[in-house]
Nanobody, 123 residues
Framework: QVQLVESGGGLVQAGGSLRLSCAAS????????MGWFRQAPGKEREFVAT????????YNADSVKGRFTISRDNGKNTVYLQMNSLKHEDTAIYYC????????????????WGQGTQVTVSS
């Protein structure tokens, strides 16, 4: 049974930082492309960042470029999202997801999802 468990969310002031983690089990993590998505109230789920299976390539949404960094530790079956210079508009539930095959920005392309972790940025 595949499980993705996010942690690290919380309340932070604008300009602050948070580091999200996603621990994976039940899948061959080192073969999976991993992504972070987010969903704000009343909005669709949107792509944030993705990293290829070996960590050789990363892709970020324009809205987070220069502020967020995705990374992974295949020895720990964990993917991270370092979020710096947080803005109020980054407030959302953040989800990690896994897919096999080619990397993708589209949430429908992902096979497995975590339950999400809330990030709230106060202005």
């Amino acid at each position: 049974q595949v499980q993705l468990v996010e942690s690290g969310g919380g309340l932070v002031q604008a300009g602050g930082s948070l580091r999200l983690s996603c621990a994976a089990s039940g899948l061959t993590f080192s073969s999976a492309n991993m992504g972070w998505f987010r969903q704000a109230p009343g909005k669709e789920r949107e792509f944030v960042a993705t990293i290829t299976s070996r960590g050789s390539n990363t892709y970020n949404a324009d809205s987070v470029k220069g502020r967020f960094t995705i990374s992974r530790d295949n020895g720990k079956n964990t993917v991270y999202l370092q979020m710096n210079s947080l803005k109020h508009e980054d407030t959302a539930i953040y989800y990690c997801a896994a897919k096999f095959g080619t990397p993708s920005y589209g949430p429908r392309e992902y096979d497995y999802w975590g339950q999400g972790t809330q990030v709230t940025v106060s202005s």
